[in-house]
């Protein structure tokens, strides 16, 4: 590993500790040249399945973007950190699982909405209408309802 401040690469690990969650490892580490200390982190690589959007256009899954849609919709609301993250990786999860090259942009979205059900009503609500483009209020109505049972 080489050195961020002198450019070495005659570095040793002085401290590893798997984080909380087991899903990476943290290094700190000591530069021989200039005796500084950084820290790295250890995570797997994986590849997800590219995302193809309605157009047909194919793009690469962000992890980030799925997020921010989520907290769009969760804005507000009495949810935590800790269950979106854990919300968020439910559906990689499920993505990884399904084992296919491409997945509709379409899947993505009934996998957030399920989350977003269990997470808090009214965020799945915001979500489904925007997702589903609701023409009138009888569909929002007929969502609501939907809810309520």
Same mark, same amino acid.
């Given at each position: 590993?080489?050195?961020?401040?002198?450019?070495?690469?005659?570095?040793?690990?002085?401290?590893?500790?798997?984080?909380?969650?087991?899903?990476?490892?943290?290094?700190?580490?000591?530069?021989?040249?200039?005796?500084?200390?950084?820290?790295?982190?250890?995570?797997?690589?994986?590849?997800?399945?590219?995302?193809?959007?309605?157009?047909?256009?194919?793009?690469?899954?962000?992890?980030?973007?799925?997020?921010?849609?989520?907290? +769009?919709? !969760?804005?507000? #609301?009495? =949810?935590?950190?800790?269950? %979106?993250?854990?919300? &968020?990786? /439910?559906?990689?999860? @499920? *993505? +990884?699982? !399904?084992?296919? #090259?491409? =997945?509709?942009?379409?899947? %993505?979205?009934?996998? &957030?909405? /399920?989350?977003?059900? @269990? *997470?808090?009503?009214?965020?799945?609500?915001?979500?489904?209408?925007?997702?589903?483009?609701?023409?009138?209020?009888?569909?929002?109505?007929? *969502?609501?309802?939907?809810?309520?049972?």
């Amino acid at each position: 590993m080489k050195c961020p401040f002198c450019g070495s690469t005659d570095t040793q690990v002085v401290e590893t500790r798997v984080a909380e969650d087991g899903d990476f490892i943290r290094r700190r580490r000591q530069c021989a040249g200039c005796e500084k200390r950084f820290t790295t982190y250890e995570r797997p690589d994986v590849t997800f399945p590219a995302i193809v959007k309605k157009d047909g256009r194919r793009i690469d899954f962000e992890r980030d973007k799925l997020r921010a849609s989520m907290n +769009l919709a !969760l804005r507000k #609301r009495p =949810v935590s950190t800790e269950q %979106i993250d854990g919300a &968020v990786e /439910r559906i990689e999860e @499920k *993505l +990884l699982n !399904l084992g296919a #090259r491409e =997945v509709p942009s379409s899947r %993505i979205g009934e996998l &957030v909405m /399920r989350e977003l059900k @269990k *997470l808090d009503k009214v965020a799945y609500v915001r979500f489904a209408s925007v997702y589903r483009s609701f023409e009138d209020i009888d569909d929002f109505k007929t *969502l609501v309802d939907e809810v309520r049972r």
